[in-house]
C-alpha cells in the first residue's frame, strides 16, 4: 500500500484512501484532494471508492444507530484494551501527522472499537428493558462483557474476529479482502486442540464485499479461528492455502 499523495491519478491510491476518507480521518487540504481525485477516476473507479466509503459507513452506523445512547468513557478505555495491537502500525500519539499507511490500519481498527462499544451500549439498554427490535447474534456477541478481539493484516486487508466464551459464538470482520478467486471460496475454521478443524460455513464472491461480517456459532473449546481457500462448496478439511489464522483465548 502506497503512501504516496492522492491526486497522482493512480485508481489504487485513491480506493486505498476510502478508509481514512470514511472515518473523516484526514485533514481538509487531504480530503479536498481526494475529492478532487475522485472527481477526476473513471466511473467504475469512483463507484467502487464510494462502495467502500459506504461500506464502512454503515457498518459502524448499524451498531450506533441502534439507540441514540452516549457510551460512558470507560466503555473505550474496556474496548481499545481487547484490540490486538499491529506491531507494523507507527503509533498515533506523537507530534507529526501519521502516514497515510498508519490512518488506514487504524482506520479498519476503528470500525472493530465502534462496533464493539456500541454494541456494549446495546446490550446495556436491551437489559434495562429499552423498547425496540431484538438483538441479532451478532449485536448480542459485541454487547457480551468478556467479548476480545484478535486481528491481523494480509497485504492491504485487515480481518478481525470479535468473540465471547460466555456467548458461545463470534463476528468475524473483514476490511478490504478481496472476493475469492473464479472456482474457489472462502472457509471459516475453528480449530480445536489436537488439530481437530470444524467448518463454519464458505464465502462466495458474492459473499466477499469491501466490509464484510459474518456470524461464527458454537465456538467452544476452540483454540483458534482461520480461513482458507477452498473448491466451490467447501472441504472436509482445511487446504494448506490459509488466509489467516486467529487466537482464541480460553475462558
Known amino acids: 500500500m502506497s503512501d504516496a499523495p492522492a491526486g497522482t491519478g493512480n485508481g489504487d491510491a485513491l480506493l486505498d484512501d476510502a478508509e481514512v476518507y470514511a472515518i473523516h480521518a484526514l485533514a481538509p487540504e487531504e480530503r479536498a484532494t481526494v475529492e478532487a481525485v475522485r472527481g477526476a477516476a473513471a466511473a467504475d473507479v469512483r463507484a467502487e471508492f464510494d462502495a ?13 444507530a441502534q439507540h441514540g445512547v452516549e ?3 470507560e466503555v473505550f478505555d474496556r474496548v481499545l484494551a481487547h484490540v490486538v495491537d499491529d506491531p507494523g502500525v507507527t503509533p498515533i500519539r506523537r507530534r507529526t501527522r501519521p502516514s497515510r499507511t498508519a490512518l488506514r490500519a487504524a482506520a479498519a481498527a476503528a470500525v472493530v472499537v465502534v462496533a464493539l462499544a456500541a454494541g456494549v451500549v446495546l446490550g446495556r439498554s436491551v437489559l434495562a428493558g429499552r423498547e425496540g427490535p431484538a438483538p441479532s447474534e451478532t449485536e ?4 457480551a462483557p468478556d467479548a476480545r478481539t484478535a486481528q491481523a493484516r494480509v497485504g492491504d486487508a485487515t480481518i478481525s474476529f470479535i468473540y465471547s466464551r460466555e456467548r458461545n459464538a463470534g463476528v468475524v470482520l473483514m476490511n478490504d479482502v478481496p472476493p475469492p478467486q473464479d472456482g474457489t471460496v472462502y472457509q471459516m475454521w475453528l480449530m480445536d486442540p489436537g488439530g481437530g478443524a470444524r467448518s463454519r460455513g464458505t464465502m462466495t464472491q458474492a459473499d466477499v464485499r469491501p466490509t464484510t461480517t459474518a456470524a461464527v456459532t458454537s465456538i467452544d473449546g476452540a483454540e483458534s479461528f482461520g480461513i482458507s481457500i477452498e473448491r466451490p462448496g467447501g472441504a ?3 487446504s494448506d492455502r490459509i488466509v489467516t489464522t486467529l487466537p482464541i483465548a480460553p475462558r
Open 71 to 73: 457510551p460512558p468513557a
Open 236 to 238: 472436509a478439511t482445511p
Open 140 to 143: 448480542i456477541v459485541l454487547a
Open 52 to 64: 467502500r466509503v459506504d461500506a464502512v459507513r454503515e457498518t459502524m452506523a448499524a451498531q450506533a
